[in-house]
């Protein structure tokens, strides 16, 4: 089960469809959920956070004017690691593919039954719990985890840099890496790196020594290292 209670979940919701998103709300706070606020713009939703951070988002994709609601759920996701819900009337596959940069646990097609969200918004907690642990660190954008050869990596931004120059990375190799910085000291079983990368119960340990073999190839020097029989962990200072 999740491990906030329900009265611990605060929600934030962006819709720009007033009458869509004070019907979410109350559906919401019917399950017993809290509702940090309703956002329509980037702007109101970095004002929002200054005084506010939302376990979850429910974001719909498509914003009225110049608001993007993929843009919006890159901020949240990127730089702020808040997990993102996409509710939506667009299924088509060009939608989805560009939603894939924001890491989204779900997609809610409109209109979507009130215990169907209730459910997915359960699941999605339960995957992003069980993968960041350690979320308060994440709220720092300040933090690197420093390796060896001059090389770091920015936890909040998800960057990692090589003498203070970035290194461009696949989406999966950035996935690992940002696994992995949420326990710096720690060996992260091969099943929950190939779980949260691929997002499939059955892991390939060849598939995943491939992205770790390219990695290394890419920054020049091994900074993942391999525990036996175990998992990886990163090599840190």
Not at 127 to 135: D, E, G, L, M, R
Not at 150 to 167: D, M, T, V
Not at 190 to 195: K, Q
Request: proline fraction near 3%.
């Amino acid at each position: 089960m999740c491990k906030n209670t329900i009265k611990e979940i605060s929600i934030l919701i962006i819709e720009d469809e007033i009458i869509l998103a004070l019907g979410l709300q109350e559906t919401l706070k019917f399950f017993g959920y809290s509702v940090s606020g309703i956002e329509t713009s980037m702007q109101g939703v970095k004002k929002h956070l200054e005084k506010s951070y939302p376990t979850l988002a429910i974001v719909d994709i498509k914003l009225k004017g110049l608001n993007n609601g993929i843009e919006i759920a890159k901020y949240l996701w990127q730089i702020k690691k808040i997990p993102i819900i996409f509710l939506t009337s667009y299924s088509d596959e060009m939608t989805i593919q560009k939603t894939l940069a924001c890491e989204p646990y779900a997609y809610l097609i409109k209109p979507c039954k009130d215990a169907e969200l209730h459910t997915t918004i359960q699941t999605s907690l339960n995957k992003h719990n069980y993968f960041f642990k350690n979320k308060d660190v994440i709220r720092n954008e300040t933090k690197y985890i420093y390796l060896e050869n001059n090389i770091k990596f920015h936890k909040s931004k998800a960057i990692l840099y090589k003498n203070n120059e970035p290194i461009k990375l696949t989406r999966n190799e950035t996935k690992i890496l940002e696994l992995l910085s949420d326990y710096p000291k720690e060996s992260v079983s091969f099943e929950r790196i190939s779980t949260y990368i691929w997002r499939e119960s059955i892991y390939d340990l060849g598939r995943l020594r491939t992205l770790i073999y390219r990695l290394k190839q890419k920054v020049g020097i091994e900074i993942i290292d391999s525990v036996f029989e175990s998992g990886y962990r990163l090599k840190v200072q």
